[in-house]
């Protein structure tokens, strides 16, 4: 299954629901506010998590599993009632971020480069 | 370009970069959260913002979609250090939200569902 | 009751429960975002929502306010272990913003200035 | 000058400029959003962040106490369009997490606990 798949398969969700009304660009955006916040509370307290504490425990990494999942889906329904395409805005942005991030200037150094 | 290309593109430009020291879990989700507030702060003054807005003004249609990449390279990221298939997850937690939101008690009805 | 007062009841909060080895800033941003998600959660589905909205489902108002007082709790104590003085930069800021957005320059325009 | 008259200020400064228009519930908690995320993307790659390294250089300093004065004039600006009064409903709060996180079952365990 692909992304687009993935899309349409969420946008017939809504649909089937009548949940179309309340996907308003506003909307969708505290909704991936939410649960990015949500995301954030899993492992707030958390010292040093990585991917072997996730590892380490099924109970955290379901958590962990589902609050992203959460977010890609709001993602998704965002990008599919905005008429964006995810794919194609990602890959124009990493070229971007290439020219404006050469590696020579951001060597180990994460500081924000002026466009 | 599929999804694991793209990921293999982000991973290879942080690892280029020497970046990945700076890729922790929590960094990323702030990375995250930086990257949703950016989107939150391009709408939040604009009334009845939809998908037509965003068609009639190049600017704000040109910023929505830099955030949502930003956005999706970040989440894509967190995926990759934590070892987490995206695609897989989120087709999970579908499947769990169609047994949870049934059409028949969710119809019309955004409230959240008890799990 | 004052801040201090109740930016000192926080810390006394946590210094009881020996949680000042997890108020890191980096958790207490991660926390602040934690709350606002959860605030976003609230209203994301809801029309319209205004005061008279909260006034008219106590459920609802209750909901909100417990949000709204989680994220300044948070943000209480994000002041107190940055040794910030919350109201001292407010009021700075708000006359930095004065000089920024003139009423002249910002009668009915809530776009951002340039600095 | 306490919390009430900072919070005047703010409300004078939003009519004054005709952006009352703008301050509706949906738009400021996407603005505290926006705010909470500018101020993770100030933390975002620095590692063990504390209020020394605050101390210790100026310009981060200034650009966090920046965020950290935004985050709460949206949050006085929200309190006072939505009719809440900020410093009780967080004392309600802080009351209630006394009886739920009581010293004896919280002591040096963040773990959220059951209402």
Redesign the interface.
């Known amino acids: ?3 687009e798949d ?1 899309q349409v ?2 946008r017939n ?1 809504a649909r ?4 179309e ?2 996907h ?4 969708l ?13 899993v ?3 958390i ?1 040093d ?3 072997s504490s ?2 380490a425990d099924p109970k955290l990494r379901a958590a ?3 609050e ?6 709001y ?2 329904r ?2 599919d ?4 395409d ?2 194609k ?6 070229r971007e ?2 020219l404006r ?1 050469t ?1 020579e200037k ?3 150094n ?3 480069q002026e466009k």
């Open positions: 299954m692909d992304l993935l398969q969420i969700f089937e629901r009548d949940w009304q309340f308003t660009i506003k909307n955006i505290l909704a991936v506010s939410g649960e990015i916040g949500e995301l954030a509370s492992v707030q307290w010292s998590i990585d991917s996730l590892e962990f599993e589902e992203v999942a959460d977010i890609f889906i993602l998704l965002l990008a009632v905005s008429n964006i995810l794919i805005v990602t890959k124009e942005k990493m971020n290439s991030y590696v951001a060597k180990g994460a500081r924000k």
